[in-house]
């Protein structure tokens, strides 16, 4: 199944493409115009990523501050709305 994060990684990293094991692995958006790897170096899984080239690592959130250029405030907004709307609406607790 696939995570609000990957669907975000897929529409701000160019040629994501799934790995066997549930991961997903591109170009770098931070540093693929500084490295000259013959293979993306860009993972994504189900609730973080990292590059191994340039070590940056985070979560939605910080995706969001650093593709869209979102101060940490309304990249936390954009994320929980973004997980609210891709997981859908939850029951309410007292629901039988």
Known sequence: ???ALQRA???RVPGL???????WRGECPMCSHL???EQPAFY???AFWHCTVCGARGDLAYM?????GMDEANAT????ELEAEFEGPSAPFDAV
Request: net charge neutral.
């Open 35 to 37: 490295s000259r790897h």
């Open 64 to 68: 969001l501050m650093t593709a869209d």
């Open 9 to 11: 990684a897929q529409e």
């Open 77 to 80: 907004g954009a994320a929980r």
């Open 17 to 23: 493409l799934p790995l066997p094991n549930g991961a």
């Open 44 to 46: 994504v899984y189900s």
């Open 1 to 3: 199944m696939i995570t």
